[in-house]
């Protein structure tokens, strides 16, 4: 079964400085795709970013990008030039492809506060 | 495009007591999950449709936990009889099936259900 660790339970960064959130997960499939979920206090999962395992390329979204190591299974999640509306719980997520086995599968996620 | 529809945002019961809470999932989606999120936690799946029929209920309390998703559209989770344990955010998402498998689009989440048993 896949698992995905995120061990850093909270972190802090000053406003407009850079912050990287850790993630790390186990799995014996090849193909996967990986995710950075934001839930505000609101409660909604919103997709920050995602990496298709099969590419070499690191995924970036305007300040947020991630470094994809396959070989060591890590799946960090760079935000730059910290916003205040940055604040909220980080979820690193997998999912094998499509069909019955293409559930999510969530870290305990990392609680950001940004500083002004 | 309107979003995945939940409610109620809260509810407050005692142990003992039954509870539902109600999804309706974006137009056209033919996937829809329920996940619990546990305080501290994320979210863990606890019943997958496609349609109306369940694809994966592995981790569904089956003892008191239901779920049903009649006509492919809404869904409906019961909780009876609730414990104490079950205080979580319960989490409705669904999915277009083709482009999802495709890996084109991803599953989009409502803003949950907060259930406290006391």
């Known amino acids: 079964a896949q698992t995905v660790t995120q061990s850093q339970p909270e972190m802090s960064v000053q406003e407009a400085e850079t912050v990287t959130l850790s993630c790390t997960y186990d799995?014996?499939?090849?193909?996967?795709?990986l995710f950075w979920y934001k839930q505000p206090p609101s409660r909604q999962m919103i997709l920050v970013i995602r990496?298709?395992?099969?590419?070499?390329q690191n995924a970036t979204e305007n300040r947020f990008s991630v470094n994809f190591q396959k070989a060591a299974k890590s799946f960090s999640l760079k935000i730059s030039d910290s916003q205040l509306g940055d604040a909220a719980m980080y979820f690193c997520?997998?999912?094998?492809?499509?069909?019955?086995?293409?559930?999510?599968?969530f870290g305990k996620g990392t609680k950001l506060s940004v500083k002004p | 495009e309107a979003g995945v529809a939940q409610s109620p945002r809260y509810k407050i019961i005692e142990k003992r007591q039954s509870v539902a809470f109600w999804c309706n999932p974006i137009?056209?989606?033919?996937?829809l999950y329920w996940y619990q999120q546990i305080l501290g936690q994320g979210p863990k799946l606890l019943i997958q449709?496609?349609?109306?029929?369940?694809?994966?209920d592995s981790q569904l309390p089956k003892d008191r936990f239901s779920a049903e998703r009649l006509k492919g559209v809404d869904s409906t989770l019961k909780i009876q009889p609730a414990k104490l344990e079950d205080s979580a955010v319960y989490l409705c998402?669904?999915?277009?099936?083709?482009?999802?498998?495709?890996?084109?689009?991803?599953?989009?989440f409502g803003q949950g259900t907060r259930l406290t048993v006391v």
């Open positions: 449709f496609q349609n109306n029929g369940v694809v994966d």
């Open positions: 998402a669904s999915s277009d099936r083709r482009t999802y498998e495709l890996g084109i689009t991803e599953a989009f």
């Open positions: 990496q298709e395992a099969y590419k070499q």
């Open positions: 799995t014996s499939e090849s193909d996967y795709y």
């Open positions: 997520a997998y999912r094998s492809p499509g069909g019955s086995q293409g559930n999510l599968i």
């Open positions: 137009s056209g989606h033919a996937t």
